[in-house]
């Protein structure tokens, strides 16, 4: 469930700082867009990693024996 909210959210969050780019209308604007897009980025990765590594629960099919 972490993975399909991360990847939910995210392009949502860059989608609005694109249309507030867009709202400004100014060049340097696009600027603010790329940090946004690098930090959700950087969620996105973060989170793959936390279920990749074991820390964070995903959807198992074969529930693992303790």
Request: hydrophobic share 65%; aromatic share 8%.
């Amino acid at each position: 469930m972490t993975l399909i909210g991360v990847f939910t959210v995210t392009p949502l969050i860059v989608v609005g700082a694109l249309i507030g780019a867009v709202a400004i209308g100014t060049w340097w604007a696009i600027v603010l867009v790329m940090v946004v897009h690098l930090l959700t980025t950087v969620v996105v990765f973060g989170a793959v990693a936390e279920v990749m590594a074991g820390r964070r629960p995903a959807l198992r099919l074969h529930p693992q024996p303790y």
